[in-house]
Structure formats: C-alpha cells, structure tokens
C-alpha cells in the first residue's frame, strides 16, 4: 500500500503571498488530519477533514484554511503568509471511524519557508 | 485531553536497553496511551499502543500499571538508528486530534 504523499516537499514563498499544499491519504483512509511543526511550538494540530467534511479544528487563525475532496485527498492553504510561518507542515490519515487512538500515517511534509 | 510529561533527552550506548517514561496523571477511563517516533525532517510514526498491563510487538514494550497514571516504553538493544524523538500520548475516542508534548529527545552513542 502506498503511504502518505505531500506535494511540494520543499516551498519558498515571500511575505503576503498565499500557499496551498496538497495531500494524498492512504487508500480508503477517510480521515486527513494537517499539522504544524516549529522549533518552538512543536507539533500543533491544525484541523483534520473526513468526508469532505471539517471535523476537528486546531487553534489557528483563520489565515488557515483546508479542504477535502470526495477521494479524500486533501489541500491546505495558507494566505497572507508571515515569516513565522516557516515550519514543516504534516498530513496524516487514518481510518477516520475510532478517535485519535487509531493509528495515524503521517506523509513526509511540506518544508515552507517565508522570506 | 490529559497530559503528557515526559523527560526532554536520554542518552544510551548501542546495544542498551531503554526505557522512556511517561506521566498521564489525568487519563480518562476510555484513554489509550500511543508512542510515536519521529526522525529529522520526517513525519512521526506510529510504535505502540496500549490500555493496560504489557503490550509488546517487534519494535518495542510498553508497560502500564494498574492505576494507568504513567507508562514505559521500553526499546530493548538499540542501536544509532533509533536516534530520534520519541512522543507519548494520551489518545481517546472523543477527538481526532493528536496532542503532542516536546517528546524525548533520544541520542544513541557508538
């Protein structure tokens, strides 16, 4: 089974501009959850998607934003860009049908930094 | 969502066996307790999972007491590739959402 897939890997964008990066869950995975990574904050959940669907949201500004499409593949956007919006941007999915104590596959990431 | 503490670095010699532990002292009732590992530059991944007493699979151990307020993770003879973070958490039925703590940064010396 193939795994997780994030488009692009690495990403650099200006202060203002807008993003978008994309994910490809694992098949039949339903669930697609978007985190951020930073050296200081570490991990932070940002929201997760199932069925096209926002589930569960994280506690970013609304700067953040996603979507699901109907084969669960799933994008994030970012508009307006700051610097402290550089940070390792993770997909993951997951069954979607047991809470977060199902396993969940994280994909490799998008590496974006703002200049 | 309960807690997580965990200590922020261990240093071991290759071929040791490790134990990270994990304090939860608030965990609900329906909470599992899951380990993850994480590489530079990777997306973290999935060890083990357990509810109570030992769970083991070909990875690692994970020991819970009875009162379930703290676990171990145990990694027996590691070797330099299982240099990484290692992250405890507190999963439910509830929520989707994963919440990490700063982990335990795990260095393996030659």
């Known amino acids: 089974k193939a795994g997780v897939t994030q488009t692009p890997r690495y990403l650099i964008k200006t202060r203002g501009q807008q993003v978008t990066l994309s994910c490809s869950p694992i098949s039949g995975h339903r669930s697609v959850s978007w985190y951020q990574q930073t050296p200081g904050q570490g991990l932070q959940f940002l929201f997760e998607?199932?069925?096209?669907?926002?589930?569960n949201k994280g506690n970013f500004p609304g700067r953040f934003s996603g979507r699901q499409f109907s084969n669960s593949r799933s994008e994030m956007n970012v508009s307006t860009l700051e610097l402290g919006d550089s940070a390792l941007y993770l997909c993951a999915s997951s069954l979607g049908t047991s809470g977060s104590r199902e396993t969940q596959y994280f994909g490799p990431g998008t590496r974006l930094l703002v200049l | 969502l309960a807690k997580t503490t965990q200590p922020i670095s261990m240093d071991s010699y290759e071929g040791q066996e490790v134990n990270i532990t994990c304090s939860h002292n608030n965990i609900a009732t329906n909470d599992y307790i899951t380990w993850y590992q994480q590489f530079p530059s990777q997306g973290p991944r999935f060890i083990i999972q357990?509810?109570?007493t030992k769970v083991t699979n070909e990875v690692a151990s994970l020991f819970i007491p009875a009162d379930r307020k703290s676990s171990t993770l145990s990694l027996p003879r590691v070797s330099l590739s299982d240099t990484a973070v290692y992250y405890c958490l507190v999963s439910g039925a509830g929520s989707y959402q994963l919440t990490f703590g700063k982990g335990t940064k795990l260095s393996v010396i030659p």
């Open positions: 998607y199932f069925s096209e669907t926002q589930r």
């Open positions: 357990g509810y109570k």
